[in-house]
């Protein structure tokens, strides 16, 4: 979506798919990783965030975009309803505390 409207700068942004309505999600695009156009539904990088939650909280999501957060699985389920915009792709990236990659 965003990568079409000629966005490019990773950021948090306001996203309009079906199903959303007025309560549109504040999603974190990741527009450099393999082309761009990755919204993150979840980053843990330093420990500030407790992800030991209940399910509500998963639910509705937590955390911060600029920082350490879950999406929510209510907007997962959501976006990834919308089958207007073609086909998802799920790509994890994986980092440990030594910087080694997967």
């Known amino acids: 979506m965003l990568l079409d409207a000629g966005y490019r700068s ?14 549109s999600p504040r999603v974190y695009c990741d527009m450099g990783t393999d082309g761009g ?3 993150v539904f979840q980053r843990r990088q330093d420990g500030s965030v407790d992800f030991y939650r209940n399910w509500a909280e998963y639910q509705s999501g937590f955390g911060d975009l ?4 879950w999406l929510g699985n209510d907007n997962l389920v959501t976006l990834t309803s919308d089958d ?3 086909t998802w792709e799920l790509s994890v990236d994986l ?8």
Do not use: A
């Open 84 to 86: 207007s915009r073609g």
């Open 37 to 39: 156009g990755w919204i």
């Open 66 to 69: 600029s920082g350490e957060f």
């Open 10 to 23: 990773s950021g948090t942004y306001t996203i309009y798919p079906e199903g959303f309505g007025v309560g």
């Open 95 to 102: 980092e440990d505390w030594e910087g080694n990659t997967s």
